[in-house]
């Protein structure tokens, strides 16, 4: 089974994604696309990189939102019809699996496609798309994945975006005991097998996106994009350190008292406002030549 996300989770970090994700790499994307375009969101969880990217697209355009959660996928729905009315744009539904958000510069059309993406690209509407995308999905998938996912966009010469791949770059501050143990763990975690037929690429994601689609002839660019949580946003906080915690205790059993110590110091800091975290990722952008 492939790794799941709980949906809180997802919302509490969609601000840090947003403000993390290179804005330059997006326009640039968005400027290659025809007039009315189409775009292919991978593991799309909540929809929070299609409430993003879509205003850098900022005219009439399609969506079509790929996961294998239900449950995601019709927040995805309700999230993004509730953006749309925080702004004072409308929500219709042509359909059931189909919501319309009716911008000034045009209308963005959504719709959703439950699928298993260990399968990828089986099961992908590729030929109905000009660009595929995806946010912290490729950090989780096998280099196999990745090729073939590359060979498939190539064959097509589909764009390919993929935003906050981790670095493997993260810093607690301040410091404090069992900061490289817990990195340690983290670190090892980041490898392990998340159900995409192979180790997960981790920290190698960027370079391995790379590598696929130049050896494809594309143009590759990239950007950093981590994330900065200040020591006001205790709630992010306290849930990096809690999930880094769990996964070094996956990888370090024997130093369990250590990591158990090290996790409690660090969530009393994050609710009493006493922790910044900074988690390092990078934005890849493949272009067709």
Known sequence: MAESFDGDWLALREPFDAAARDPGLAALL???LPARPTLLDLGAGTGS???WLGHFVGRPQAWILTDADPALMARAFDETEQAALAIGWRA????KRT???HSPRGAWRIEGV???LREAPQGL???KVDAVVCSALCDLVSEGWVERIAAACAARRLPFYAALNVTGRERF???WPGDALVARGFGRDQRRDKGFSGKALGAEAPEAIGQAFAARGYQVLSAPSPWRIPRQAGAMAAELALGHAGAALRHEKREARRIDAWREARVAQAEAGRLS???GHRDVLCLPA
């Open 277 to 279: 975290v900074t988690v």
């Open 125 to 127: 509407p590729l030929a």
């Open 173 to 175: 501050a301040p410091p």
């Open 92 to 95: 219709t539904w042509p359909g």
């Open 49 to 51: 990189l299609t409430r």
């Open 30 to 32: 968005a400027s290659r």
């Open 99 to 101: 919501l319309l958000v």
């Open 114 to 116: 439950l699928t298993d």
